[in-house]
């Protein structure tokens, strides 16, 4: 089955210890984005990548990292995390081919809490 | 600059009437656009897309939406709601790399809908 997986789903940390969320997609896919949620704001890009190796940022990357070592792998990093990065966290996949770049493929999310 | 704007944050209609959810965007280029769903504490489920064609585009569960560049909206339509449809609606606008775009997502900042019995 076509998917994309994150972990955890759920994780509550306190602030400063480092963190890490994993993203995974099966479809071979070129392009893979991390998105955060929050009320009222809608999902907003954090960072994005185009291939292996080549990443960058979105439109709120401030206290974010990212690396992609693999063409399936896409993990998020938190290195200090603080509360006001507590959201719901939406990884994603496109082909790059043609405009299915358009159509985003997403993971189920990740609630993050920070205290 | 890009966006999408969902100008209902909240809906509440009965169940078995007709939902329309209003989108407009804002995008320089040839829109490629999308509505999805979620669910209390769900992810997102694409409910349907458009990027050419026939302007009037349908998805799954009884959803459609029409395409109409002169007014620069894509609003989403059901003919008769069910309870089960009680979720939050995003519409977005999928830039690609236009003018140096990041190929991300567009999103509204959603509608909630709510069904009453």
């Known amino acids: 089955e076509a998917q994309v997986t994150q972990n955890p789903r759920y994780l509550i940390t306190v602030t400063g210890k480092k963190l890490t969320v994993t993203c995974s997609q099966n479809?071979?896919?070129?392009?893979m984005s991390w998105y955060r949620q929050d009320p009222g704001l809608g999902l907003r890009q954090i960072y994005y990548s185009m291939n292996v190796e080549v990443t960058d940022k979105g439109d709120v990357p401030e206290g974010y990292k990212v690396s992609r070592k693999e063409k399936r792998n896409f993990p998020l990093i938190l290195e200090s995390p603080s509360p006001n990065q507590t959201s719901l966290y939406f990884c994603?996949?496109?082909?790059?081919?043609?405009?299915?770049?358009?159509?985003?493929?997403f993971g189920p999310g990740t609630r993050l809490t920070v205290l | 600059a890009q966006s999408v704007t969902q100008p209902d944050i909240h809906i509440t209609v009965s169940e078995g009437a007709s939902l329309e959810l209003r989108c407009n965007y804002s995008y320089g280029a040839t829109p490629y656009l999308f509505w999805y769903v979620q669910s209390p504490g769900q992810g997102l489920q694409l409910l349907l897309k458009?990027?050419?064609?026939?302007?009037l585009v349908q998805g799954i569960k009884g959803f459609e939406a029409e395409f109409k560049r002169s007014q620069s909206s894509f609003n989403l339509r059901k003919p008769s709601v069910h309870w089960s449809d009680a979720a939050e609606y995003f519409c977005a606008v999928g830039v690609g790399f236009y003018g140096g775009s990041q190929g991300n997502l567009i999103f509204g900042k959603g509608t909630k809908l709510s069904v009453k019995p």
């Open positions: 479809m071979n896919h070129e392009y």
């Open positions: 458009y990027f050419s064609g026939d302007t």
């Open positions: 994603a996949s496109s082909s790059l081919a043609g405009v299915s770049h358009n159509e985003q493929f």
